[in-house]
């Protein structure tokens, strides 16, 4: 009978690192009671969070900044938007909380 696994099977990464350094990662791990492994992969998914986080971030800006662009053409969806949403916060009472 096979063997059923929740997990992948994993695969090794090698790299070349001070002995200075690895000794006091393995300290800092061991004494914190840690698989050096796991803080390893734990900084590898953190990083690639972070990474695809900026990335987000940064296409949500560039769409942003296009929107905004486009919103200075008095044609343009964008435009009609904010007039609209304009005319909105103009008519209700709670218009004037979101008012720079």
Same mark, same amino acid.
């Given at each position: ?7 992948? +099977? /994993?695969?090794?990464?090698?790299? %070349? ?6 000794? #006091? ?5 061991? =004494? ?21 986080? +900026? /990335?987000?971030?940064?296409?949500? %800006? ?6 905004? #662009? ?5 044609? =343009? ?21 979101? +008012? /720079?």
């Amino acid at each position: 009978m096979s063997r059923a696994s929740q997990h992948p +099977k /994993a695969e090794t990464f090698n790299f %070349r690192i001070d002995p200075a350094l690895k000794f #006091a990662f393995t300290q800092a791990t061991e =004494s914190e009671d840690k698989p050096a492994a796991q803080v390893l992969r734990d900084f590898m998914r953190s990083y690639v969070e972070r990474r695809n986080r +900026k /990335a987000f971030e940064a296409e949500a %800006r560039r769409q942003s900044q296009a929107a905004a #662009a486009r919103a200075h053409d008095p044609r =343009s969806d964008e435009a009609q938007s904010l007039k609209e949403l304009g005319t909105v916060f103009d008519e209700d009472h709670f218009g004037d909380e979101w +008012k /720079a």
